[in-house]
């Protein structure tokens, strides 16, 4: 022992055995780390696809067999695109994702299905862009799908993998679905003989995607130009106009995304515009839903919902009955049919905040800015389906809507539209109702002049009652007509006018009126709802003489009002 | 290493201390360094964030024949005659400029590099020929070029 | 004058034949040492040894006297250190980035999740060991003169590990990373009590607030501060002060240990009678040489720790949530778990809780070795048997105080709930963390009354300290939910 100044060796010897011991330990756990990190999981996927192509290539000429097999890459593969910051190494594993060789492989070999990649190489877009999951991350199956803990957008279900289609593509204008049936059959009759099968003349090419890639009115002119080979082949047999217009409808609906389309085509037939508002247009009484594909679980309640389903699932359930997901919601209940549910939830998940990156911005990215038209009553009839008839009814008779609390016109009415004045209409549609549930169309609804007034021109087309010519005065006392608006109309309109069961007659909607408006309408009632005609003979009649009081009351009643 | 007697000698016979020493020392350096060289290891990325090296480059019958096609977003020359086809870096071996085709094969704008039309060096200051990248054949029929692995001069593709 | 051509070609010669030794010389001055008088020279000689003294008390070598707390806590910091140059390669402090950068650690950096979760673990486990050294040299004394210094660094390292480990926290720029730093600020951001004037609108809260995120809120600015914070002036601080306290250990001749003259009893029970020969000065006896009986216990403390930390860190993944939303908050937004006790006090009382509190605390701390100025029996757990049934009775009269307290703020909802028009200004003096603090100092006067020594006051009140903090941050860990409910570990949250 030298000097009497160190520890004994027994001590010394426990340090060292435990210094080394530690050490070994260690030293396992690098091991181990490495090891880990030598063996990633998607080895064997790689190890997989390789055998799978050499079964493949089994009989392939020799040296064509060696360069497809060389043509395997080793290792992860990614694919990255700066511009659209998008970091996706699904191929990784779905290595046979481009390949034809593996259109009958075991997932995840297998080829892509369509001829989507055609147009849209993973070397481009990358994956996640349509199908969602955690494109960077290789830390297993789970976790690539986005089925983590913490990853908001798990892989979207292959049966709603169109919505994708409308983050970049977007359609300007869904058609009613008669207009689009119309086209169809068109379409078939006139151009799928030679645009598609297998035996098409030389030139004919495929109209599969023609929406995409033309606007309808580029189709539109270059289909009626008498130059063309088409006006040729229809000069022998003209085209009905409206056989023509709705041919264009159906070939700019000619974009692939089936199921989006007719989810959209579905939104706008069940009138869910009327309350919703998408991109600044619709209506105001339910949730905007310029955004409502990018929800995230956690914005989402999921108490009566399954939540492995994630938000798939909570729209879906939420579309088959809304208060069985939100109790206390006030949406109308869309009875939608099951497959409809589907449509539906593929358009809602659509919804999405456009892609914004210029290299990838596809032709109709803008939905080639919706194009000027002239009002006309058939888009007005779309867009009264859209916008109104949520709360005026699809036959225009009006509803009373008890959730929401409130009375919708009958617009329908033969009486009223006899006696509306047009400019009287588009006024009350764009200026809507104050303190009632119809908004004011053109600046909160976003709804255009042009579309009001398509919309008006749509409701004139409608039968209009005959209705008697009334000679004036159509003004006569207000203190007079106030005692009889106190027993006959205060229960029905209010006290002040502010409305109840009928229209609030103090506010400028109904003020903005005129007088032989006025008159005509408390004589004449409105048949089919609660206004009576009090112009009838006998019975709760009134005299004339007491309606034009009544109409000079009325006209004071904003005074009260605001009192 | 710790010899405590202080007459440190060769043939000496290693007394227990000494293997515990030894074991203790060895192991805790192993540890000490290994960790070091998986942390250095990890300074080596095998995904990188810039164009892959490896991309298809469409079907060989779209090349024509015996005429060299630069393509248009990589450094790559890709080259058809009837034994097949081939690509060559673009990249001069020098200092990395972009070289371009010439009358007599490619020519390097920076340093006056030229090299003949299989890549050998003739002329200038590159030390090396133009790389030949190694051609495979994707399933779907298009070329595949690695522009990461140097074959031998010479060795194309037989399409 | 020259020698000859061929003698100058031979020296050459021999000097290129010599030059490996002479490196070695060069470089390492002397061989391997064989001797005691080569090993304490060794030690002397070598800058990374010579941070210690060449011979060490043997005393201090005791593995139940400082459990290595000290040292473990300098390696957990050397980890960290070297883990976080090497994540500087791979981390990007911007908003578009950060995230993606942890996501790549998983995925793309070979031994990235290790890397990480070496980082991660290794910064909870030190504020851990700090701490936890910190009770050490509370309980033996070794904050006693002439250490005083000493301890008043180390309470500023233990700071500025608490700092280093919030700063880091942000940057993974997830949920998690987002709403505690939001949380974390906002506490700054109470500095300035609502009842005191503010001139001008000067706010000193929310101008901390503001400089320390750039801005108003948690973003970019935020990020890049915290980032630039985190990765060069407070390891850089860290790094000087680690350095002072190592080297003021040396100028205060060691680390304390139990004095032999005064322990004698228990200092010859340890010896064990082997074959040394006695020497003359009963001093020397308790000292060891530092090469290789101190160097050896390093090594074995260093295995120690790598060995669990990486084990953990092979076990368990450094959390990662979703990336950070400003507009979607947290259900519970919380703070790292070793400030949930000050964000269970901020409950109560912002400015109180938040600020008041700490700073005393930080303060008292600081200035314990000027109040207690006794040297008797510096080295010793707990003083004498006294002293240990008197910080027992301490943390059990300081458990029960602080229970009641947070149950009568939890129960009641305090003062504001109990007298709603009541002023903030009584609210900030009785709430449950301005009672526990009173309490605390209370209790030192108690102690000083009883025993009529500065030491055991001291010891009582350091107790309830300790109690009180592990409590409040036990509520905060395990007891709190939503809108900082309370909530039993076993209940469940009710859904939003």
């Known amino acids: 022992m030298g000097g009497g100044t160190t520890l004994p060796w027994e001590y010394q010897d426990k340090l060292l055995t435990v210094a080394t011991l530690f050490a070994l330990l260690t030293l396992g756990t690098i091991v181990y780390a490495v090891w880990r990190e030598e063996h990633p999981v998607w080895e064997r996927y790689e190890r997989g696809y390789r055998e799978a192509m050499v079964a493949a290539v089994a009989d392939f000429p020799e040296d064509r067999r060696e360069a497809t097999l060389a043509s395997i ?41 369509g001829d989507t990649l055609r147009d ?65 059959d068109v379409a078939r009759r006139e151009c799928d003989g030679c645009h598609e099968g297998d035996d098409r003349p030389r030139g004919a090419k495929t109209l599969r995607y023609v929406g995409i890639k033309r606007s309808g009115r580029w189709l539109a002119g270059y289909l009626s130009d008498p130059d063309s080979e088409h006006a040729r082949h229809w000069s022998s047999e003209p085209i009905q106009r409206d056989d023509f217009d709705a041919l264009i409808s159906e070939l700019t609906m000619r974009r692939g995304a089936e199921k989006l389309l007719r989810g959209e085509l579905l939104y706008n037939e069940r009138g869910c515009g009327g309350c919703h508002q998408i991109q600044g247009v619709g209506g105001v009484l339910g949730v905007d839903l310029t955004e409502e594909g990018l929800r995230l679980p956690r914005q989402l309640d999921f108490r009566y919902v399954r939540a492995s389903g994630g938000v798939v699932a909570w729209q879906e359930a939420h579309l088959i009955k809304p208060e069985s997901v939100v109790p206390e919601t006030t949406m109308i209940d869309p009875k939608l049919r099951s497959n409809e549910v589907e449509l539906l939830v593929s358009f809602v998940l659509s919804l999405y905040p456009r892609w914004n990156y210029d290299a990838w911005r596809p032709p109709d990215h803008d939905g080639f800015r919706e194009e000027a038209y002239k009002a006309d009553p058939a888009r007005g009839k779309a867009l009264y389906g859209r916008y109104c008839a949520a709360c005026h009814g699809r036959n225009g008779r009006g509803r009373i809507d008890i959730v929401h609390g409130g009375y919708a016109p009958a617009l329908f009415n033969a009486t009223f539209l006899a006696l509306a004045d047009p400019e009287f209409l588009v006024y009350n549609i764009a200026n809507g109702r104050e303190e009632r549930n119809m908004p004011a169309w053109r600046q909160t609804g976003g709804l255009r002049e042009t579309d009001i007034r398509s919309i008006v021109l749509f409701l004139n087309s409608k039968p209009r009652a005959d209705t008697p ?95 | 290493m710790d010899d405590e007697d202080g007459k440190g000698g060769g043939g000496r016979k290693w007394s227990r201390r000494d293997w515990l020493s030894w074991a203790g020392i060895s192991t805790s350096a192993a540890v000490l360094g290994l960790m070091n060289a998986a942390f250095f290891r990890s300074l080596h990325l095998d995904l990188l964030y810039e164009p892959s090296k490896v991309f298809r ?43 371009a085709t010439s009358d007599e094969g490619f020519a390097c704008p920076c340093h006056g590099s030229r090299y003949d039309p299989s890549g050998k060096v003739v002329a200038g200051p590159a030390p090396l020929s133009l790389p030949w990248w190694r051609m495979t054949l994707a399933p779907d029929g298009q070329v595949v070029v690695d522009a990461g692995k140097a074959v031998k001069p010479g060795q194309k593709l037989k399409v | 004058m020259g020698a000859t051509v061929p003698t100058m070609l031979n020296q050459f010669l021999d000097n290129l034949r010599a030059l490996p030794g002479n490196f070695r010389r060069a470089v ?48 957990l910091f050397l980890v960290l250190l070297l883990s976080g140059v090497v994540l500087m390669f791979f981390y990007l402090p911007s908003v578009d980035w950060a995230y993606l950068s942890m996501k790549d650690l998983e995925s793309r950096v070979y031994l990235g999740r290790l890397l990480r979760n070496l980082h991660r673990w290794a910064a909870h486990a030190m504020v851990a060991t700090v ?22 660094v180390g309470v500023s390292l233990l700071c500025l590990t608490l700092l280093l480990s919030f700063s880091g926290y942000l940057l993974p720029w997830d949920q998690l990373a987002y709403w505690a730093i939001t949380v974390g600020v906002n506490i700054a951001g109470s500095a300035h009590p609502t009842w005191l004037p503010q001139p001008g609108g000067f706010d000193i809260g929310e101008l901390t607030k503001y400089i320390l995120l750039g801005g108003t809120e948690v973003g970019q600015e935020a990020l890049i501060r915290f980032y630039v914070v985190h990765v060069i002036f407070l390891p850089l601080g860290a790094g000087v002060l680690i350095g002072v306290h190592f080297w003021r250990i040396r100028k205060d001749r060691g680390i304390s240990a139990p004095d032999p003259e005064e322990d004698g009893a228990e200092a010859e029970e340890k010896e064990d ?53 400003p507009r979607q908050p947290e259900t519970v937004a919380k703070a790292p778990w070793y400030f949930l006790g000050i964000q269970e006090l901020v409950s109560y009382s912002a400015f109180t809780g938040g600020v008041m509190i700490p700073l005393v605390v930080v303060i008292g701390l600081a200035a314990i070795p000027f109040v207690d100025r006794e040297t008797v029996r510096v080295g010793h757990w707990f003083h004498n048997r006294g002293g240990l049934s008197w910080s027992l009775l301490s943390a059990a009269a300081g458990l029960v105080f602080t229970w009641v307290v947070l149950a009568w703020g939890i129960r009641t909802g305090g003062l504001r709930a109990m007298y709603p028009n009541v002023p903030q200004i009584v609210v900030d003096i009785v709430n449950p963390a ?63």
């Open chain 1, 120 to 184: 849209h190489p993973p070397s481009r877009f990358g994956c996640t862009i349509c199908h969602g999951g955690q494109g960077p991350s290789l830390a297993g199956v789970d976790a690539a799908h986005g089925r983590a803990a913490f990853w908001d957008q798990p892989m979207l279900p292959l049966r709603y993998v169109e919505a994708s289609c409308g983050r970049c593509h977007r359609v300007a204008e869904v058609p009613a679905s008669d207009v689009l049936k119309r086209g169809r």
């Open chain 1, 73 to 113: 890459q080793a290792g992860a593969i990614q694919d990255y695109i700066r511009e659209a910051s998008i970091v996706d190494r699904c191929r990784t594993c779905h290595r046979g994702i481009d390949n034809p060789l593996m259109a009958d492989a075991p997932q995840p070999y297998r080829t892509h299905s």
């Open chain 2, 57 to 99: 480059a469409g079907k060989p019958e779209h090349y024509p024949l015996d005429r060299v096609v630069k393509l248009p977003d990589r450094p790559v020359f890709i080259c058809r005659d009837h034994e097949g086809i081939y690509a060559i870096s673009a990249v001069c071996t020098h200092l990395g400029c972009i070289v």
């Open chain 3, 28 to 75: 390492f001055r002397r061989g391997i040492p064989a001797t005691d008088k080569e090993r304490l020279a060794s030690v002397f000689a070598n800058i990374f040894l010579h941070m210690h003294a060449p011979r060490t008390k043997k005393n201090t070598l005791r593995p139940t006297y400082t459990w290595g707390l000290g040292l473990i806590s300098f390696y």
């Open chain 3, 273 to 325: 009678g082997s074959s040394r020969p006695k020497r003359k000065r009963k001093a020397s006896d308790e000292v060891v040489l530092t090469w290789p009986n101190t160097l050896l216990a390093e090594l074995a403390l260093l295995m120690g720790t790598l060995f669990l930390l990486n084990l953990l860190s092979l076990l368990i993944d450094a959390p990662l949530q979703q990336i950070a939303d």
């Open chain 1, 469 to 563: 010519e009334f000679l004036g005065p159509f003004r006569g006392s207000a203190e007079e007509g106030r005692a009889t608006y106190e027993v006959q109309c205060a229960g029905c309109h209010g006290e002040s006018g502010e409305g109840g069961v009928g229209p609030a007659l103090a506010l400028p909607g109904v003020q903005k009126a005129g007088d032989e408006y006025l008159y005509a309408t408390i004589a004449l009632g409105r048949p089919g709802t609660a206004m009576l005609p009090y112009d009838l003979p006998g019975g709760n009649g009134l005299p004339r003489e007491r309606i034009a009081d009544l109409v000079a009351y009325i006209r004071l009643l904003p005074e009260a009002y605001d009192d």
């Open chain 3, 131 to 152: 701490f936890l050294h910190m009770l050490r040299v509370f309980y033996t004394g070794a904050y006693k003169r002439p250490r005083e210094f000493n301890w008043m």
């Open chain 3, 434 to 496: 301005a009672l526990i603090f009173y309490f605390a100092t209370g209790w030192h006067f108690v102690g000083l009354y009883r025993f009529r020594e500065h030491r055991a006051a001291t010891l009582g009140t350091f107790s309830v300290f300790v109690v009180a903090v592990v409590l409040v941050t036990v509520v905060g860990v395990y007891c709190r939910g939503p809108s900082w409910g309370f909530y039993w570990p076993w209940e469940s949250w009710p859904a939003h």
